[in-house]
């Protein structure tokens, strides 16, 4: 169900998941990866972490629908509004 309104998704909806680690985006950099604003574009995951885009890849699968991992660090993620996403700590 969408968090804003209640509705039902639909078959186009994607789902996002969220990495938020200090240590995991440090990484990234390390490995090359930009960032900006505390946050990995959805493409430095395939490149940069191919151990979670087959996680993503494998998730797709089972759900029927597109699964993006997106990686933050703390900071980065505080810019996400509130009411886009459903938080699970």
Same mark, same amino acid.
């Given at each position: 169900? %969408?968090?804003?309104?209640?509705? =039902?998704? @639909?078959? =186009? $909806?994607?789902? @996002?998941?969220?990495?938020? $680690? @200090? #240590?995991?985006? =440090?990484?990234?950099?390390? %490995?090359?990866? #930009?960032?900006?604003?505390?946050?990995? %574009?959805v493409?430095?995951? /395939? !490149?940069?972490?191919?151990?979670i885009?087959?996680?993503e #890849? $494998?998730? $797709?699968?089972?759900?029927? /629908? !597109?699964?993006?991992? /997106?990686?933050?660090? #703390?900071?980065?993620?505080?810019?996400? !509004?509130?009411?886009?996403?459903?938080?699970? /700590?």
């Open positions: 169900m %969408k968090f804003k309104n209640g509705e =039902s998704f @639909d078959a =186009s $909806s994607d789902i @996002d998941f969220f990495i938020v $680690s @200090d #240590k995991v985006y =440090s990484q990234g950099i390390e %490995k090359g990866a #930009k960032g900006s604003n505390g946050a990995f %574009k493409g430095a995951t /395939r !490149k940069y972490f191919p151990e885009h087959e996680i #890849k $494998s998730l $797709s699968e089972q759900l029927g /629908r !597109k699964v993006t991992v /997106r990686i933050f660090n #703390k900071e980065g993620f505080e810019t996400v !509004k509130a009411g886009q996403e459903i938080l699970v /700590r």
